[in-house]
């Protein structure tokens, strides 16, 4: 009981006030006019105190049996006072109102009609009078505590809010320091296994041929050998470089830690500053602007023999914008070598832009440009919710409509339904439940990515399911998600998903990351005679390629996007130990692979 006291609200100390203010006038009445009640004293009192009481322990120990309990209680209490002290029946009112505000959408029906109109009638016909007065005052008791009610749930949702928005935060900075660090594991890994292996395979055969090249050579093998080692040590740096202790860092902290290492190693002034009020930034956006501040301080002091550059960040409401400028020589034409390429392919890879503004003489201006969001209006998304429970398609399609960057173009409440709208609406997202009646979820999937492969479609469901996720995810599903996700946290993966990214619960992928960890132990404990351990889908990518096809064919033929089967690929080819497919296709047909 004391728990939950400690629980309470403001909301929760007014009723309780109501409730208590209502035990004292009975109590008052029966000590300082005993005259007007035809019971003995302390009896009504004694009454009062259990209907005061029990409410509150039953509240407390079977919650679902409240509203019963209090309507019961009063209603009976209510009755009796009717009989033995009518002129305390007024006092009823305060209770009704404590009702009305324990009352739900779903409850105040019967609750009302008890109030406002069955006891009150009771009543008329005990005290031999008319109930149009007492039903009126009851009621309006009762619309009076379904207007406090409402008030009460607005200030749940406004809490509400602000725990979605905390929770929102860490679940981001999770999902990307995850993403981050999965994502430079895989491209570590290819690497060791393609420029890695051949620039040891470089060092070793250089160092193999010492001993047959002349002496005036030596040296020069040497600094051969220095270059391909110097290489190899730079590779392994570079996918080791954001730490993480930096992962935890905002963009602003990440990219002056950048400007201070760079200021002591080359002795170049570096004046950082930050304009605008930083906000959370997801931590591929920050990758991407860390690296091209890096590109760029790298040119301006090699190719442009800067002595002082200013790096300014801007936060805009739209969009990031980091301005490099130094004070180099500058160039009369601008030429997108290596550097300035990689540049432009990793800010379009988020629909941002690249631009480069130099003169003879007069230094260079490096401007690269992202959007923070998804523009209102034609770039809003449009969605289809696909729901057999009508409250959650309801709410969803409220939710997601007051937002500036969704439209809600239809929802649908089975299998065929969806089929239909999508034909109608062409969506840019469906968000799906699973177990639906007639044609479930999956079929329904299956058949969209058959007629619209291009189509984005989140699995949604009640229950954590692993082995379901992964079949959705292997079929080229773009997220799968609880329906217990927070609002706010749904936006975020739907937008992230709209960019061209795959969402998946943090709990769900715990899961399954755990599921695809034993299966690999088994794999490697009871397969011996397969070393490579592919799976069955990396099986049949691998016998499509042999069968000549492109990513874009296998990815129509299995009902995937390419983006998908690049992904199996890349993974395919990590895990023979090949660099690209013909290598493959070659070691799966020398070792009767297939």
Known sequence: MLFMIKKWFWYNWVIFALRTIWLGIIVIADVMYPAMIDVPFGVIILIAFLVYAIP??????????????????????????????????????????????????????????????????????????????????????????????????????GRIIQEQKQ??????????????????????????DTIGHSLTSLIVGVESLRSSVPDSQIERVDKLVSIAQDSLDD????????????????????????????????GVTVNFRVIGSETLVMQKMSFCLYRCLQESLTNAVRHGQASVISVDLYFESQQ??????????????????????GMKERLEQLLGTLSVHSQSGQGTVVICNVPIQVEAGQGSIRLLIVDDQVMIADSLQQILNQQDNFIVVGTASDGQEALEQCERHQPDIVLMDVHMQGMNGLATFLQMKERWPNMKIVIMTTFEDSVQAATALEHGAEGYMLKSTRPKEMMEAMKLIYSGGTWLDQSIATRLFESMKRQ??????????????????????????????????IATKLYLSEGTIRNYCSTLYSKLGVSNREEAIELARNESIL
């Open 167 to 192: 929770l929102l935060e860490q679940h981001i900075k999770q999902i990307e320091e995850l993403t981050l660090i999965e994502e430079r594991n895989r491209l570590s890994h290819e690497l060791h």
């Open 56 to 157: 509150l322990i039953v509240q407390y120990r079977k919650e679902n049996w409240y509203l019963a309990v209090e309507v019961l209680m009063t209603g009976c209490f209510y009755l009796f006072v009717a009989y033995v002290a009518p002129a305390l029946t007024w006092s009823f009112v305060l209770l009704v109102i404590i009702i009305g505000v324990a009352s739900s959408r779903r409850t105040y029906m019967w609750t009302g009609i008890s109030s406002g109109i069955i006891f009150p009638a009771l009543n008329g016909l005990i005290t031999n009078r008319l109930p149009y007065e007492f039903m009126f005052s009851c009621s309006f008791g009762f619309a009076i505590g379904m207007a406090f009610s409402i008030l009460i749930e607005s200030h749940k949702q």
């Open 520 to 553: 690999r132990e088994q794999l490697e404990k009871y397969s011996p005679n397969d070393p490579y351990g592919l799976t069955k889908r990396e099986r049949e990518i691998l016998q499509l390629l042999s069968d000549g096809l492109r990513y874009k064919s």
């Open 235 to 266: 590779i392994r740096k570079h996918f080791h470089q954001l730490s993480d202790a930096r992962l935890n860092q905002s963009l602003s902290e990440v990219l002056l830690e950048l400007t201070e290492e760079f200021m002591k190693s080359t």
């Open 320 to 341: 990031l914008r980091l301005q490099i400028e130094d004070n180099g020589n500058g160039i009369e034409s601008i030429e997108f070598g290596l550097g300035l390429k």
